[in-house]
């Protein structure tokens, strides 16, 4: 039986979320996720819709947050649970033609 | 007469706290000495720091004893999952990823309970981020069925389910995705309660699928429950997606009854379990007729697909809820020599198998020319889920339902088996994906001496309706099933 | 705006080698509200690094967005001034990895947006349409260390959040412009309006003004849309004119070579003049949007819509009509332009409301008041008024208005106490008869021939009268005069 999802594609969706894999685990998930996928079957073939009422929840304007300041965290106590910090700021490996 | 204070409900000890009867400080000494006793077999709490909360309570004790205003849960221990943050104590949401973090807030359900003078009493293991329904999805440890050593707990609030059925704490709190609070809950023997969509805030509830999360109570008793519901159930301008205005009284509804309550069995959720956990519901049933109920079985082919549905909307949301985890601000990182590679390293090492292939399948979903198929068709199914229950809510008050098809299983026996585990969830699912709310009672034991629950399902905002029901099954189990007293 | 040296002459329509150019551009502005746009820390930056920053803009687990309702009203605001559908719409996650993105996505509108199906008119006539104007939230700042300090050589790089979760609007417009200085027209125009509505300061140069521009060209005459190239890194109205052009230029060649453009996102090297190909992600642009499940759609009610409707006053649109309505068909449209300016219009729409005569208001502000504004301690309104009154009911002459005017805005005096300092108070029309009297008797040549018909020496006689009196003289009445003595004389 086929796959429902290759291994290519499992390693094109890890490489999206930021994961390694070996070729073991690929092999692991791809046969995994093909099984839950093939089980979604019975919602592929529906034919359905929504209208927008259904779809969404509409806010109420009392939700929306007056356009009022609190003070910030005392920058302290945000860096202290930063990984590498430096001048104040997070410091992270160099960027290498990664631009977005 | 020497009474240990984790004999007493939330309530009678509250009372006896502001009456002076038992101080705060002998409560968590209590906590203390049965967490010795059970927690070494159980493994339910991720973080338990004993000095720290005699410190709390001796605080507490002072505030009562100068007759300072305290709430409603003054001196009440209450164990919270650990993927609730708490400035005071590590929150790890059981991840690698996220060890030793201390966050520098509290969760609105945190600071509730501290405000009505409850007791944090220690943060409690799950399956990571929540995403399992064992437990054993932790990145720290396995937690242990209480009424069996070799069984799950059932997940993913499996510690506050085990650490309530365990007597290490009285109340606890949960979240339920897709069933991690009722699911548990039911193989522990304990009560759970998943609220309606909105009802408790989930700021500080570190999301797994924002659309479906929702924090709730885990306790012995339907009034216990109901209790910490009133005390956690506000509306928090902090979160979006909180009801607006006040939220009923409910702990009132116990002695309301279910005189001329119109309650359905849906035969889809009952016809995928065991026989025994059937039988238990229709008996249920039966005694609740006896009671003056008028039930009747009702069909609603839609939620069938609710599996399939959950299992493309939560991974998709999860994948982009668990994007934040990049080693840049917080948490672990593990370093590399480009931005890129210290993003694959820290998330390849810090997030466990489970949920790498959520993440994986949610990433799939959303993709570019999957989308439709999968994602699109699934929030479709949603609403047709949601549009059955409405209809069927034309009919009936409540529903009555199985919480999960069978009692708890061996530990090891699905690990190695995504679907079987997934399953366990048929029940539950369909509620998350509507947002209506339900509860899980204990419904007496199987042979196999394992708690057998069954589920109260109602529409939006039926919390009071779901409690006054869910005392009359708790009455019925007393009287009914002589394991339940035990 | 400094002159550009390229080959493209600014006013002039693009056209190189038979292609014509199709730009549409999307224009980021930082919206002016007290606080951000999902919490409340401070929506100022800048300064100190993360010192505006808390758990929420720093996507912090357990944390979520809370809209600002005022974003909602400027956002609204935008759309109306741009003749936008204000609708129902919806967040969507923006989901990718980057180190100024605190969650992992971007909160953004993305099928439905606020606004859309709109355009903006520009002062030369043309109409640029606008597809959308939506509501999203910015990024944090990334600084480049070691090495030159450009990104692909830097050995580490440091990150502020400051600017992180800054509410913006995008505004996108349609394909429709044709010539790098359209593009200036329109990004001056829409600036404008940004400005006067009070949602933008729209300054470019620092950022709170982003523009974006997607270039592609096409053979003269068609109506194609082919393959465009997005350039970022405009900052400036200057590199927007350039980075146009060298694109535009840049995509004919490759089609004169047979060759085709592919469609990528550019940066403009402002140092060598041109752009330059970002390398792409292989798994560019699968964003993976889906709706943002921990915020609610925006159904803003109709009253809601008009109450913002009410607030708007003053487009640069707007701000065109009234002033040309009250002109009542008179031709002043370079002195109009002028005059709508941010900080001049207050003062022209003033004196016109109270009963100047719009001509003579108009006149001075674009003239006199625009070239002292910049450096105007004393002005006041009430001030400019009192001048423009003083020159309509003849007490001083046009010239000394213009005196009075600048010494006005400088000297912390009142009006009549600088009259009299400055010794501005108009001849009375005795003086001034007398004194043309003197100068008709000392030039008696060319009065001579003022009598003959040449009405050109009008000029002259009327000259050494406003020399002798110090242009204290009333023109008119100086003319008058003389016709009355022609009479006379003839």
């Known amino acids: 039986m086929s796959e429902k999802i290759s291994i290519d594609e499992v390693l094109h969706v890890a490489a999206l979320s930021r994961l390694r894999l070996t070729p073991t685990e690929a092999e692991v998930f791809a046969r995994q996720l093909s099984v839950v996928i093939s089980h979604m079957a019975d919602i592929e073939s529906l034919d359905l819709s929504l209208d927008d009422e259904e779809r969404y929840s509409y806010v109420d304007e009392r939700a929306l947050r007056d356009d009022d300041t609190k003070d910030s965290m005392k920058r302290e106590s945000i860096l202290r649970g930063a990984p590498l910090v430096e001048e104040y700021m997070f410091r992270v490996p160099p960027i290498l033609g990664e631009g977005v | 007469m020497e009474v240990n204070p984790l004999d007493l409900d939330a309530y009678s000890l509250s009372g006896a706290v502001l009456s002076k009867e038992i101080s705060v400080s002998e409560v968590v000494r209590s906590v203390i000495a049965q967490v010795e006793l059970r927690e070494p077999s159980i493994s339910a709490f991720l973080h338990f720091d004993p000095e720290a909360l005699l410190e709390k309570a001796s605080v507490l004790d002072e505030k009562v004893l100068r007759g300072e205003t305290v709430g409603r849960l003054v001196g009440v221990p209450v164990a919270v999952k650990d993927n609730m943050v708490t400035s005071d104590m590590p929150t790890t949401a059981a991840s690698k990823i996220l060890e030793g973090w201390r966050p520098p807030y509290d969760a609105t359900v945190v600071e509730l309970i501290k405000d009505a003078g409850g007791l944090v009493v220690g943060k409690t293991n799950l399956d990571e981020f929540a995403m399992g329904s064992s437990t054993e999805n932790s990145a720290y440890k396995v937690t242990r069925n209480p009424h069996d050593l070799s069984k799950v707990p059932g997940g993913s609030s499996g510690g506050s389910a085990a650490a309530v059925a365990a007597r290490m704490s009285i109340l606890a709190l949960g979240s339920d995705t897709g069933g991690s609070i009722r699911q548990p809950a039911s193989l522990c023997g304990v009560v759970g309660v998943k609220p309606t969509y909105g009802y408790v805030s989930r700021y500080g509830l570190i999301a797994f699928a924002s659309s479906l999360d929702q924090i709730g109570p885990i306790a012995r008793t339907v009034k216990d429950a109901a209790l910490l519901l009133e005390v956690i159930g506000e509306r928090d301008p902090k979160d979006s997606t909180s009801i607006l205005g006040e939220r009923p009284k409910l702990v009132e509804r116990e002695a309301f009854g279910v005189e001329s309550l119109r309650i359905g069995i849906v035969s889809e959720l009952v016809d995928n379990c065991s026989t025994e956990v059937r039988d238990r519901v229709f008996m249920a049933a039966r005694l609740l007729e006896e009671r003056g109920a008028k039930v009747d079985t009702v069909s609603a082919k839609a939620v069938t697909l609710g599996l399939s549905a959950y299992y493309v909307i939560a991974p998709a949301e999860a994948s982009s809820n668990l994007s934040r985890y990049d080693g840049v601000r917080f948490g672990l990182r593990k370093d590399g020599s480009s931005l890129t590679d210290m993003f694959f390293s820290t998330r390849t090492e810090g997030f466990g198998d489970e949920v790498k292939r959520r993440i994986m399948l949610g990433t799939y979903a959303l993709s570019s020319g999957y989308y439709d198929q999968y994602y699109g068709k699934a929030l479709a199914t949603r609403g047709l889920i949601r549009r059955q229950f409405n209809e069927v809510y034309k009919d009936f008050d409540l529903l009555l339902g199985p919480t999960s098809p069978t009692t708890a299983f061996a530990i090891g026996e699905k690990s190695n088996d995504p679907m079987a585990m997934y399953m366990n969830d048929i029940c539950t699912i369909p509620s998350n994906l509507a947002g209506h709310p339900a509860v899980s009672i204990p419904f007496g034991l199987a042979d196999n001496g394992l708690p057998i629950g069954v589920q109260l399902l109602g529409p939006d905002m039926s919390e009071p309706l779901l409690f006054q029901a869910a005392f009359e099954l708790e009455r019925l189990a007393k009287e009914n099933l002589e394991d339940a007293r035990a | ?490």
């Open chain 3, 1 to 490: 705006m400094p002159r550009s040296n390229t080959a493209y002459e600014i006013g002039t329509p693009w056209l190189y080698e038979g292609y014509e150019l199709v730009v549409g551009l999307e224009v980021h502005t930082e919206l002016k509200t007290r606080s951000k746009l999902f919490c409340s820390c401070a929506n100022e930056f800048g300064n100190i690094p993360n010192t505006n920053v808390c758990p929420v803009c720093l996507g912090l687990p357990g944390t979520l967005p809370v809209l600002n309702k005022t974003v909602v009203e400027l956002a609204i605001k935008i759309g109306l001034a741009l003749n936008c559908e204000v609708r129902k719409s919806t967040f969507h996650r923006k989901n990718y990895f980057y180190p100024d993105l605190p969650k992992g996505y971007q909160i953004s509108q993305y099928d439905l947006p606020i606004n859309s199906d709109g355009y903006l008119d520009l002062p030369s006539g043309h109409r640029v349409g606008i597809v959308r104007a939506h509501i999203e939230e910015d990024t944090g700042k990334i600084t480049h260390m070691g090495l030159s300090g450009r990104m692909d050589k830097s050995a580490y790089s440091l990150i502020d959040y400051n600017r992180a979760g800054v509410p913006l609007t995008e505004i996108v417009s349609a394909p429709d412009i044709h010539s790098p200085d359209q593009a200036r027209e329109y990004v001056v125009e829409l600036r404008g309006v940004l400005m006067a509505l009070g949602v933008s300061d729209g300054r470019m140069e620092e950022g709170s003004l982003r523009v974006d521009a997607n270039v592609s060209v096409r053979p003269m005459g068609s109506s194609e849309l082919r393959t465009r190239c997005e350039i970022k890194n405009l900052n400036s109205l200057r590199s927007l004119v350039r980075a146009i052009d060298y694109e535009g230029k840049r995509h004919v060649k490759l089609y004169m070579r047979d060759d085709a453009p592919i469609q990528e996102t550019r940066h403009w090297d402002e140092a060598r003049q041109r752009t330059d190909s970002l390398r792409s992600k292989e798994e560019a642009n699968d964003y993976r949007y889906f709706l943002e499940p921990d915020l609610k759609a925006l159904a803003p009610t109709e009253g809601f819509i008009r109450g913002i409707e009410s607030q708007i006053v003053d487009t640069p649109k707007l701000k065109r009509a009234f002033l040309n309505e009250s002109l009542a068909g008179e031709e002043m449209s370079d002195q109009v332009e002028k005059a709508i300016d941010l900080e001049l219009y207050p003062y022209v729409k003033h004196a016109i409301e109270v009963g100047v005569s719009p001509r003579l208001a108009i006149a001075r502000t674009a003239n006199e008041l625009a070239a002292t504004i910049s450096d105007a301690p004393y002005l006041s309104i009430e001030r400019f008024v009192e001048v423009l009154r003083l020159e309509e009911d003849k007490e001083i002459s046009p010239s000394q208005a213009k005196v009075l005017l600048n010494a006005v805005t400088k000297r912390d005096e009142s009006v009549s106490d600088i009259i009299s300092a400055l010794d501005l108070k108009k001849a009375d029309d005795g003086e001034t008869r007398s004194v043309v009297e003197t100068v008709v008797a000392q030039s008696p040549s060319e009065w001579a021939r003022f009598l003959e018909g040449q009405d050109q020496l009008m000029g002259f006689f009327v000259g050494k009268v406003m020399k002798l009196t110090g242009g204290k003289a009333d023109g008119s009445v100086v003319k008058d005069t003389l016709l009355q003595l022609r009479q006379r004389d003839s």
